[in-house]
């Protein structure tokens, strides 16, 4: 069973900074892909940024330069630097573990996280 716990979420000024962690249980980090999605219209939860079996980092657009995805093996965790926040960056966020194709390529989601806010006013 993969099991994720999201933390760090809350209430910052524009331009502020955020740090998320998504605990993981159940499994071993290395072995997965790890990504972070927000809420979108419906039941949409567009990618924010992910990170490969081995390492290589990918963002959305509106996250690029800004945002940086990392995992963290010893606590066995995977985190989110959020910096220079903006208030269209304001949504739930959620991590997820997918199935690992290869070493830089990702499958079907595997587990979510029940999300953490993140307001930017």
């Known amino acids: 069973d993969v099991q994720l716990v999201e933390s760090g979420g809350g209430s910052v000024q524009a331009g502020g900074s955020l740090t998320l962690s998504c605990k993981a249980s159940?499994?071993?980090?290395?072995?997965?892909?790890m990504g972070w999605y927000r809420r979108g219209p419906g039941k949409e939860r567009p990618l924010v940024a992910r990170?490969?079996?081995?390492?290589?980092?990918g963002y959305a657009s509106s996250a690029e330069g800004r945002f940086t995805i990392s995992k963290d093996f010893a606590k066995n965790t995977l985190d989110l630097e959020m910096n220079s926040l903006q208030v269209e960056d304001t949504s739930m966020y959620y991590c997820?573990?997918?199935?690992?194709?290869?070493?830089?390529?990702?499958?079907?989601?595997?587990?979510w996280g029940q999300g953490t806010q993140v307001t930017v006013s």
């Open positions: 997820a573990a997918s199935t690992a194709v290869t070493g830089v390529v990702c499958a079907g989601i595997e587990a």
């Open positions: 159940g499994y071993t980090l290395r072995t997965y892909c």
């Open positions: 990170i490969s079996r081995d390492g290589e980092t």
